[in-house]
């Protein structure tokens, strides 16, 4: 079926660092969503942008969505040990269930 | 407090017992959603349901059961489980499943 590419899968940083993690689709999507799931946790929704070229930030976060709408990124300006986690992109693809979740990108970060 | 609620959180079972995990939330949602997480694959979706009495297979059905009698409840029934649905589950809810997505805390299965 369709998906949604997440890359990369793993990314290692030194704390203060800059962290970027991208999603990218074959469809032009209608919106798309950012999660967070912390080491033992479950995800937690972070944002939605639905507009072309949306861009959105929350602190030292900063969301951008594609001006095709088939991409968009997350990114962690400074990092630090609080930001540790798995972040996911999620889509709507046109069926009936749903988002389709990317696999997500795992944060590591060294002190 | 808006929430969805699983249990158990933890559960460690022998194949072949059937099981229920229980899934409620309490902000009226019509979309309820069962994912289970493994290493490298990410979430995958095993059954959503668009409303009370209306369900729906995912990518991952095979070997699992839901039930929607009631708006906020969910549960998956694993009829006979299997060693490799030793996994990370989680149970989520939304308005229509387009829009944010409220997850449960996960109920961890080994199955032995």
């Known amino acids: 079926g369709q998906q949604v590419m997440q890359i990369p899968q793993y990314q290692h940083v030194q704390e203060g660092e800059d962290f970027t993690t991208y999603c990218n689709s074959s469809?032009?999507?209608?919106?798309i969503q950012w999660y967070k799931q912390r080491p033992g946790g479950h995800p937690v929704f972070l944002i939605q942008?639905?507009?072309?070229?949306e861009v959105k930030k929350q602190k030292r976060l900063t969301f951008q969505f594609g001006e095709a709408k088939k991409n968009s990124s997350l990114h962690i300006t400074a990092t630090q040990t609080t930001d540790v986690g798995t972040y996911f992109c999620?889509?709507?693809?046109?069926?009936?269930?749903?988002?389709?979740f990317g696999k997500g990108t795992h944060l590591i970060i060294q002190p | 407090e808006a929430q969805v609620t699983q249990n158990p959180r933890y559960l460690i079972t022998v194949t072949g017992k059937k099981l229920t995990v229980t899934c409620s939330q309490n902000?009226?949602?019509?979309?309820m959603s069962w994912y289970r997480q493994d290493p490298g694959l990410g979430l995958r979706q095993i059954y959503y349901?668009?409303?009370?009495?209306?369900?729906d297979k995912g990518d991952v059905p095979e070997g699992y059961k839901v039930s929607r009698k009631e708006k906020r409840n969910f549960p998956l029934i694993l009829e006979s489980p299997s060693p490799n649905q030793t996994s990370l589950y989680f149970c989520?809810?939304?308005?229509?499943?387009?829009?944010?997505?409220?997850f449960g805390p996960g109920t961890r299965l080994t199955v032995t």
């Open positions: 989520a809810s939304s308005l229509n499943g387009f829009l944010e997505q409220y």
């Open positions: 469809t032009t999507l209608s919106n």
């Open positions: 942008l639905v507009k072309s070229g």
């Open positions: 999620a889509a709507p693809l046109g069926g009936a269930d749903g988002l389709t």
């Open positions: 902000m009226n949602h019509e979309y």
């Open positions: 349901s668009m409303n009370v009495e209306v369900t």
